[in-house]
């Protein structure tokens, strides 16, 4: 049976399995010591820093507007190539 953790339970995971192995252990004995599965683990490394903040939190990003449409107009254009003649179209 798959169980549901808080984002509060995984930020914490995350923490206090950076710290179990900064302390000499793996990740795989943390994991089996409290029962959770590798690929959970897995996935909460790659969404919180080894802080519990989220990745990417402090990048901030750029307004850029929106795009501006703008209208061509091909009313004539002359096609050159060598051994034609100038040809225009309309």
């Not at 049976?1 to 004995?29: P, W």
């Not at 969404?47 to 307004?63: A, H, M, R, T």
Request: hydrophobic share 35%.
């Amino acid at each position: 049976m798959r169980q549901l953790y808080s984002i509060e339970e995984k930020k914490a995971h995350v923490v206090r399995a950076y710290e179990f192995v900064a302390n000499g252990g793996t990740f795989v004995e943390y994991i089996e010591n409290i029962g959770i599965s590798r690929s959970a683990l897995s996935q909460w490394k790659t969404q919180f820093n080894k802080d519990g903040s989220l990745k990417g939190e402090k990048v901030s990003l750029i307004p850029v507007g929106k795009p501006v449409q703008q209208k061509l107009s091909l009313s004539l254009i002359t096609i050159k190539y060598y051994g034609a003649r100038s040809m225009k179209v309309t």
